[in-house]
């Protein structure tokens, strides 16, 4: 059996697993150092995954995840132990199975974090001498987009899709934790076409992904873990970061230039509202069961109010304003 731990803040998460799963569990969390360390002996919880256990006393779920072809686990909860145990997997290949038990990971070290105050928020994030900017939008406002451009100029990744964030009122900052997820690069013409994003297309095709001018939401997309993203980019995966701004992207068709104005951060209360994500998927909801002593579960109200202390940016954008993005954050964050 290996064991490791888990960590980020007062969020100690103990890991004891067969020794086939512990490169799989670390690679999910891109092998950092600053999440990944050795086991602790006082955690906040701790998890045994292993293929040899049958039946154990605790809670008892069972894990079907259809993402992953219906692969599934058995998951018991034990709370007076302070101890989660996965076992009997099933997969039609040891890809999913692993995929399972990392998603599974996943899942629980969330759970930790909303036992700890934080919420969820759908955004990409991206970090610079230690500062980060978080982009805020809609679906196909320009979050992913305006990422991929910064880090073509230097920034480094933090998030795709969602981030943890909490404010801490002794330090008077909002932190956004990064939920470690694949990211999806539409390979539209108009994104595939640019000098900075040809880096791509050899991606594309070793995924066998055309390119073509219709934004598709769910089909013309080629799939990158992060670190494989910041490697590509030559820069950091960066799992945490203190906020500095936020952007909100919004795609205009019409510009000849980029405009960046900034906003009232309170007029857009309602709308961060409306982008607040659960930090625990459905599939794993079980894992409400577990508690700790001492949690602080974050209102939304509270997540809310940590983000409206930031200054706020709309950033009007197109495919052919962008080349001057990244100066642009420079100044917002001098």
Not at 278 to 285: C, E, K, N
């Amino acid at each position: 059996m290996k064991s490791f731990a888990l960590v980020y803040r007062s969020i100690f998460l103990n890991v004891v697993c067969d020794d086939e799963f512990e490169t799989v569990i670390k690679q999910h969390f891109c092998s950092s150092e600053k999440i990944i360390s050795a086991s602790l002996e006082n955690p906040t919880y701790t998890l045994m995954v292993t293929a040899h256990i049958r039946t154990i006393d605790g809670i008892y779920h069972k894990m079907i995840d259809k993402w992953f072809n219906y692969s599934t686990l058995d998951c018991w909860i034990d709370n007076d132990k302070k101890t989660c145990y996965i076992a009997n997997f099933h997969a039609d290949c040891d890809t999913n199975r692993n995929l399972t038990i990392q998603y599974f990971t996943s899942n629980l070290f969330n759970r930790l974090l909303e036992l700890n105050g934080y919420c969820g928020i759908h955004s990409s994030c991206v970090e610079k001498d230690g500062n980060g900017i978080i982009f805020i939008g809609k679906r196909l406002a320009g979050k992913t987009t305006c990422m991929l451009h910064l880090l073509s100029s230097g920034f480094n990744l933090v998030n795709n899709d969602t981030a943890a964030i909490k404010y801490f009122e002794t330090e008077k900052q909002v932190e956004a934790f990064s939920i470690v997820k694949n990211i999806f690069i539409r390979m539209n013409k108009s994104f595939s076409t640019q000098p900075q994003n040809k880096k791509y297309l050899q991606i594309a095709k070793e995924q066998h992904v055309k390119c073509d001018d219709e934004v598709k939401l769910e089909e013309n997309r080629i799939v990158l873990t992060p670190l494989e993203l910041a490697q590509l980019n030559g820069i950091k995966f960066i799992p945490s970061v203190t906020l500095k701004a936020i952007v909100i992207p919004q795609y205009n068709p019409s510009l000849t230039e980029l405009r960046i104005t900034l906003q009232d951060t309170a007029i857009y209360r309602e709308f961060f509202t409306s982008q607040i994500l659960p930090l625990v998927h459905d599939t794993t909801s079980f894992l409400s069961d577990i508690s700790i002593f001492d949690s602080e579960i974050c209102s939304i109200e509270d997540c809310i109010s940590g983000l409206s202390l930031l200054p706020c940016y709309l950033c009007e954008h197109n495919e052919n304003t962008l080349f001057g993005l990244s100066d642009a954050m420079q100044d917002i964050l001098k």
